[in-house]
């Protein structure tokens, strides 16, 4: 009998205010997986400097990319695909989370730095200040042709994105 095949998890990724968090509840939603905010995993010290306008260095990113990591692994060893929100601005950020036990594949929302202004306005209670907006698409690598994953123009609807995404991973 052949192996059952990997769990997969789903990494909406992108900049702060971008639409991660819609689009990932509607990909779980329409996968029936469960989801995960990556914010969830960002220790107290992490949130205090970022609510402080302070950006994020590598070193306080890699401990939150493991917990990732780990709770990916975590999912998969019980069998469970997953669909989780996280920056992943990096690649070797990205590379961090494809060393979990699951075939850990990309879907890169990808917008103007206009478009996520607008959507940063019209949000509360988030702990990333929109001042940290530049330092967010400075530190961007793209994803890589190479990277399983696709990229999305996270100016269409939620919905047309998360059509687009499911299509082109092979998903739909």
Known sequence: MPDPAPATALVVMGV???GKTTVAAMLADRLGWPMAEADEFHPAANI????????LTDADRVPWLAAIRNWISTRAAAGDSTVL?????KRFYRDLLREADARVRFVHLDGTQEVVRERLAGRSGHFMPPS?????????????RDEDGVVVDAAASPEAVVDSALTRLGLA
């Open 85 to 89: 929100t996280c920056s992943a601005l």
């Open 48 to 55: 205090e400097k970022m609510t402080s306008g302070v950006p």
């Open 16 to 18: 702060s205010g971008i």
């Open 132 to 144: 940290l907006l530049r330092s967010q698409f400075a530190d961007l690598e793209p994803l890589g």
